[in-house]
């Protein structure tokens, strides 16, 4: 399956003591393909760097810069669907350019895209990614 993870879900899943740990887990685990983008890499850079540190955030984007299970997309179009926070459409682009079946975050100002039929969206909350991959087939 291919997974798009907002900044805020990376972050919450990388401490080992977090509930959300099981998302890197399965990460780890070759469960899912991790889709992102240019623009996308550089802001788990900027927050990794900001909200931990630097050596956290270098080793976190090395391993993702070297997994088999990390997907780099280009984006040619733009969809400018979220309004609210506009620099959060770069995971939008993502999930279209990338075929993802998840867009995973916690931001709320995404829901939005529930009301529109098209481009489909398929938006989940960290809580509902942990129950997808705890269904038998994805262990």
Not at 35 to 42: D, M, N, R
Not at 57 to 83: E, I, K
Not at 95 to 108: E, F, K, M, P
Request: hydrophobic residues 45%; without cysteine; neutral net charge.
């Amino acid at each position: 399956m291919n997974v798009v993870i907002d900044t805020n879900i990376l972050l919450i899943s990388l401490p080992s003591l977090s509930p959300y740990h099981e998302i890197i887990k399965a990460f780890n685990r070759k469960l899912f393909q991790l889709v992102v983008t240019t623009a996308i890499f550089l802001e788990y850079e900027e927050i990794l760097s900001k909200r931990s540190n630097r050596v956290i955030a270098n080793n976190t984007l090395a391993a993702f810069r070297q997994a088999s299970n990390v997907v780099f997309v280009n984006t040619y179009f733009h969809w400018n669907l979220l309004f609210v926070d506009p620099d959060d459409n770069k995971f939008i682009d993502a999930y279209i350019s990338g075929n993802a079946d998840y867009l995973v975050t916690h931001d709320s100002h995404f829901n939005i895209l529930q009301e529109k039929r098209f481009p489909k969206v398929n938006i989940i909350t960290g809580n509902d990614f942990l129950l997808i991959l705890k269904k038998p087939g994805n262990s």
